[in-house]
């Protein structure tokens, strides 16, 4: 009954800023840790973030370190990925997922691309 629904990908140029969102329905939110995953063309899915349950803990992958920025909203359900500074290298399916009563529950993904 878990539900994730992520958006806010585009195209977009070099340089330019997207924010991601994550809303989660069906369940509380206040369970575990969430975060993003994504999957370049021809490539295997990789981290790129997560955030404990109270927004305290975030860890990033050093290819995003310093340019993404992960947060939460109890309130309102959903993580955001603000990303800065893109390069073509971050084009991919950006996912989001939940770590709740020992299940990942993940979001269909949103497309970012990014041109030179």
């Known amino acids: 009954q878990v539900q994730l629904v992520d958006s806010g990908g585009g195209l977009v140029r070099t340089g330019a800023s997207l924010r991601l969102s994550c809303v989660v329905s069906g369940r509380t939110f206040n369970v575990g840790s969430m975060g993003w995953f994504r999957q370049p063309p021809g490539k295997e899915r990789e981290f790129v973030a997560s955030?404990?349950?109270?927004?305290?803990?975030?860890y990033y992958s050093g290819s995003v370190k310093g340019r993404f920025t992960i947060s939460r909203d109890n309130d309102k359900n959903t993580v955001y990925l603000q990303m800065n500074s893109l390069k073509p290298e971050d084009t991919a399916v950006y996912s989001c997922y939940l770590d709740q009563n020992g299940m990942r529950y993940w979001g269909k993904g949103t497309l970012v691309t990014v041109s030179s």
């Open positions: 955030i404990g349950w109270s927004g305290s803990r975030t």
